[in-house]
């Protein structure tokens, strides 16, 4: 068996707010000094798949600096190794990906150059540790056309996944995309499918002619449902979509438990990253830390408490940094409090700064209600917050503003309001 991995990486990832604004949904940074992306490539070369091609569409700029040549994962080779693939335009009908199965068949070529008989598809912005041999070897075992990895999930989230149904013998002959009700069970496609290579060359094609928009879930399994040998294959591990503000806040806090269920210090199983030379973190006479994360470059001279500091993170003397995530090279000023904050990189917040103020976590966002609606304000890249100002909950704040945008409100600012 010969397995190449594509990985769908050109996801926007609206559903982040101002996050994804200068970046893919992959290139996201998470646990400090990771990337979203660095699970799924870490999973492949413990897994012992070397042949990776990566797709990229959305603002690829950030993934393609952070990927390199791929030598953090070991996958610098000279035969297979790391291939990041892009749509492109030539004489033929390339154009922009118009749904997940339309990008592999724009792409089916790289099967042929890499001889892959088995081909291992994934999405690029999923927060989980999974060896992918054993699922390899139960679609052998099957001899399956298509092996999809599925989980159970609450009733209440259903509708936000594919829900499968099996027989005894583990072959799946139902499936719902994202239903309205429950009805259906609970067992949920994971976005990890093992294809027989030569069903993608000839079912893509054919169903590329009638979906332009062609899409795993919305196409290619219910077609494959009728004609092929389709079956599920269990995972009972730690697995998470971090594709909304609330999902990513929560992943994060899951990494501060004493049981943390992703054990990232787990050197059985190596998250591997592009790092970046930085001293050790450092931690001052007043600084007060409570089961936090603190990564290499840190100073620490305030109080951080349940929270994920990234490299180079700044917290003043007398600040408080309290359940947030604080991303790369974030100065936080004397006095300064952040409850319940995701901030991205390069930020200031000014000396007295209160942000995330008061208890009324039900008033959505302005702007964004339907994504800002859990009581956490998110601070986009390079944002200036003024000295002494009070921002509350649910704020978004949108990448590079600076201080004269925050005039209007007069030094507070209520929850739900956003700042462009």
């Known amino acids: 068996m010969r397995v190449a991995a594509i990985i769908l990486a050109g996801g926007a990832g609206t559903r982040l707010t101002v996050l994804s604004h200068k970046r893919a949904k992959p290139s996201v940074p998470f646990a400090g000094k990771y990337r979203i992306i660095d699970f799924t490539l870490s999973n492949c070369v413990n897994s012992g798949v070397f042949d990776v091609a990566v797709l990229t569409q959305y603002r690829p700029h950030s993934l393609n600096r952070h990927l390199g040549i791929g030598r953090p994962w070991d996958l610098d080779r000279s035969r297979g190794g790391l291939r990041v693939l892009q749509p492109y335009q030539g004489r033929g009908h390339q154009e922009w990906y118009r749904g997940t199965a339309d990008a592999v068949l724009q792409n089916l070529e790289y099967l042929d150059e890499v001889r892959a008989d088995t081909v291992l598809i994934l999405s690029g912005d999923h927060i989980y540790k999974m060896d992918y041999r054993p699922m390899l070897a139960f679609h052998q075992e099957k001899e399956a056309d298509l092996t999809i990895a599925v989980m159970n999930v609450p009733e209440h989230e259903t509708h936000r996944f594919g829900i499968l149904t099996t027989n005894r013998q583990s072959r799946v002959t139902e499936f719902h995309e994202k239903p309205d009700t429950p009805e259906y069970g609970t067992l949920a496609n994971m976005g990890i499918y093992v294809f027989r290579a030569d069903v993608l060359r000839t079912v893509l094609p054919a169903l590329g002619e009638q979906h332009p928009d062609l899409d795993f ?10 004609t092929h040998k389709v079956y599920a294959f269990p995972f009972d591990g730690y697995w998470v979509d971090v594709g909304t503000i609330q999902s990513y806040w929560e992943a994060s806090m899951d990494l501060l438990r ?3 269920p992703l054990q990232l210090y787990d050197r059985s199983w190596v998250i591997h990253t592009r790092s970046y030379e930085r001293p050790t973190a450092k931690l ?7 089961q ?3 990564c290499n470059g840190a100073i620490v001279r305030g109080r951080v408490e349940r929270s994920v500091l990234s490299p180079g993170v700044y917290v003043s003397p007398g600040a408080v940094v309290r359940e947030s995530v604080v991303m790369n090279d974030t100065w936080i000023g004397p006095g300064a409090v952040l409850d319940r ?7 200031v917040i000014g000396a007295g700064a209160l942000v995330g103020v008061g208890d009324d976590v039900d008033t959505p966002n ?3 209600p ?5 009581g956490i304000s998110v601070i986009g890249k390079a944002a200036h917050v003024p000295p002494n100002t009070r921002i509350g909950r649910n704020v978004l704040i949108h990448p590079d503003v600076d201080e004269d945008a925050f005039a209007p409100f007069d030094g507070v600012v209520p929850s739900g309001e956003t700042i462009e």
């Open 217 to 226: 879930g919305k196409h290619v399994i219910p077609a494959l449902l009728e």
């Open 284 to 290: 001052g006479p007043q600084a007060h830390v409570v």
């Open 370 to 374: 339907d994504k800002l609606n859990t």
């Open 258 to 260: 004493p049981d943390s």
């Open 366 to 368: 302005r702007t964004e």
């Open 292 to 294: 936090s994360m603190i």
């Open 341 to 347: 904050v995701i901030v991205d990189k390069d930020v």
